[in-house]
């Protein structure tokens, strides 16, 4: 905060390329003692770059880095953990088969007699950890059985466990719930308060000014500002970000949905009849129409996407049906139900969506295959046009399509799998946290495309942990909670409030 | 604190694009550096005969080599490759009473059986690869025995010009091999089969949203595999114009994951190279000429392939993320 003092972390004029693009050019960077430091930049402008420079993942093509004063240089992560930078990567890097509290406590375990670990003390150990951070879980239970806010909420944690003096965040609440991300600004404030220094890189514009004391604005690899936050007007880093004028940014609203769709009426092009799961469905019914954004409201855990996964077909369920556009599906098909139209933009990009061995437009292609070739063979032309065009709409930014998908930034690969899903041809259109990680401009791209997609009649199921998107792109939103269907609002009864409203008292409504 | 390193990202870096290279084309540099030294130093290296020998001898374990890219591609393994060659050789002189053609088809639904066992045990049964192809390779070695418990020669001509016969002077055995390289090739680069296959090996959850058919694609796979192990166990059968199970494709399967990986396949699967899978096969066997043309025993051969495939699963993984 204080100037004159030396920066606990300072980068200076890092530059770092990878074939083909310049990531960094002449990065400066200075992180003071105690601050919190924002790092904000479109898609692909550099931010994650810059991070795996400061934590040793990268090692810079050129410039310096300092700590405390004197130059370091980190060859591995470890030695940047080592010298007291802990960081929480953009994708969740911990080790899914085992438990909770491994992970938690991984290579500072407990250890009894005979240097064997403690399992009894790890577990107590563990369970102190999370309930600091407001976390009911079984701590025995394997990592990948938690959704992914949660598994977010225990990278956290144990970044913020270990002794550190600057922790890093990469886009930490992308997964995260409202109450979630207070927790965590909790932890951000006792950071601060402990002299330690933050960096922050988030999409989310309102959680920067929350908790934020500086900002760094990266664009296209290079610093376009930097300097105290509190006074930089919203539009006037959103024009830095996008190196836009700020009365362009001003025309724009804040999300970029045009209002209400005019939803055909008929046949619903997707409906879910009383679909039912132990312990995860009971009787969710929706019926989403041609030209209609459906929103699904709901906490973590409530439902919401094992809803998508079964109406898609990824989830088997043991009662009820799915019919798009007037077929019965076949349970358990994501083949079946791709065919029919209805197309699953899954919330872990990682996991379930991108296959990182292969190219940008074999991902792209990936679902649509059957539909661009013929007797089994791909027409190539075909499989170039369609990956042209979704590249250009989506905007997709990449060397060439024939990148590996791995090499893109994160927000980019969201595109990519928007991409795959419009490939299909779909008729209606699953999406689990679509603008989870992507940058406002892209941000507001993605949804001025559902509203598109709307309008050219197709039906729209959105999950959103983002209540403001959720409340100005959905023409209707149904409220799940502890997987049933818990109020159902429309027209102008869709608001936060409301929402809210329906998420807390719901469980007495319908029992 | 070592252990944490498996939470961190690995440093990407020079080394890591070196290793990336040396994945991809090492192979190939390799074979032409022992091309080179052979010619060099090797007496009678560029006469034809000694030509035609290399590759009528990689002619088999390149056509095995083949189906084992493709089960490697999808992040499994096939042990039971040389077993199942032995069980197609045990056929061929069960059925060579009806005629050649008979006895082939017999032996190449043989093996094409026996994939599709260890590819439903696979797909739709949950076991992992290495344990159900393990047990075909030892159940499948002792089928054969029992059919055929001792070296049985025979005189079929049709079978035995199959093994020996050349046209436009180019041993029939290559030629088949050859295409057989080709229609892979066209099958891994061109078809859907393939462009999903490799997606299976990349991320099993992601192809599975994506409405792929993953276990009918796995069995097919692996009955790939049991299907050209069958026809090298044919050829093999053909030329040596006797069927031994006992020993015929004995540590095939070895040599096929070397040449597979080698010629820069990951073990993880995502990723399928036919043509490095190719020249890894040349590099074993030119590796084995040369040593034994220089007159050091089988077992030098052993020493070095096993240094070749450390190496080359050390630049897989270096690569890995
Ligand atoms: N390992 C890599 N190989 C090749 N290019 C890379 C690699 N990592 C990043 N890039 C490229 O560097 C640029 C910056 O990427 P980076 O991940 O730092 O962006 P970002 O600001 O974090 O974006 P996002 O908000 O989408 O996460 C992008 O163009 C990306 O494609
Ligand atoms: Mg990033």
Partial sequence: MSDGTAPVLEARGISKGFPGVLALDGVSFRLAAGEVHALVGENGAGKSTLIKVLTGVHQPDRGELRLHGGPVSFGTPLDAQRAGISTIYQEVNLVPQMSVAHNLLLGREPRGRLGVIDTGQLYTQARRVMSRYGIQTDVRRPLRSLGMGAQQMVALARAVSIDARVVIMDEPTSALEPREVDTLFGVIGDLRAGGISVVYVSHRLEELYRICDQVTVLRDGRVAHTGPLAGLERVKLIALMLGRDTADVRLRGQTEFAGRHTAKNGQPVVEARALSRRHQLHDVSIRVRPGEVVGLGGLLGAGRSETAKAIAGALPFDGGAVVVAGHALRKGSPAAAIRAGASLLPEDRKAEGIVPTMSVRDNIALAALPRLSRAGIVSEARVDRVVQTLMKRLRIKATSPHQKVSELSGGNQQKVLLARSLATGAKVLLLDEPTRGIDVGAKAEVQALIDELAAEGLGVLLISSDLEELVEGSDRVVVLRDGAVVGELSGDEVTEEAIMRAIADGGGVDG | ?321
């Fill in chain 2, 1 to 321: 604190m070592a252990e944490t390193a498996g939470t961190l990202p690995k440093p990407l870096g020079g080394r890591t694009r070196t290793l990336a290279w040396l994945q991809r084309y090492g192979v190939y540099a390799s074979v032409l550096a022992l091309l080179l030294f052979n010619v060099a130093f090797t007496p009678h290296f560029l006469e034809v005969a000694n030509f035609r020998t290399q590759l009528i001898q990689v002619a088999p374990i390149v056509i095995v080599s083949l189906g084992m890219a493709l089960v490697i591609g999808t992040e499994g393994i096939d042990l039971s490759v040389g077993s199942v060659m032995a069980l197609s050789s045990a056929m061929v002189v069960l059925y060579l009473g009806y005629g050649a053609p008979v006895a082939i088809v017999a032996a190449l639904v043989a093996g094409a059986a026996v994939g599709a066992g260890g590819g439903a045990l696979v797909a739709y049964a949950g076991v992992q690869p290495i344990v159900a192809t393990l047990a075909l390779l030892v159940g499948i070695r002792g089928l054969a025995n029992v059919l055929v418990p001792q070296l049985t020669e025979f005189r079929n001509p049709a079978l035995i010009t199959l093994g020996s016969r050349s046209v436009l002077g180019l041993p029939l055995v290559v030629i088949i091999a050859a295409v057989l390289t080709a229609v892979v090739a066209f099958l891994v680069k061109r078809t859907i089969f393939g462009r999903q296959l490799v997606a299976v090996g990349g991320n099993r959850a992601a192809a599975k949203l994506s409405g792929l058919p993953v276990r009918r694609i796995l069995v097919a796979v692996y009955v790939l595999s049991g299907l050209l192990a069958a026809v090298a166990g044919v050829l093999a059968t053909a030329r040596l114009q006797a069927s031994d199970p006992t020993s015929l494709g004995l540590l095939m399967e070895l040599s096929a994951i070397t040449a597979v990986v080698v010629g820069g396949t990951p073990l993880t699967g995502g990723r399928v190279r036919v043509l490095g899978t190719v020249m890894g096969a040349l590099l074993i066997q030119l590796l084995q000429a040369t040593l034994i043309k220089h007159n050091l025993p089988q077992s030098w051969t052993q020493m070095v392939q096993a240094v070749i495939i450390l190496a080359a699963v050390y630049a897989a993984r270096g690569r890995k993320k």
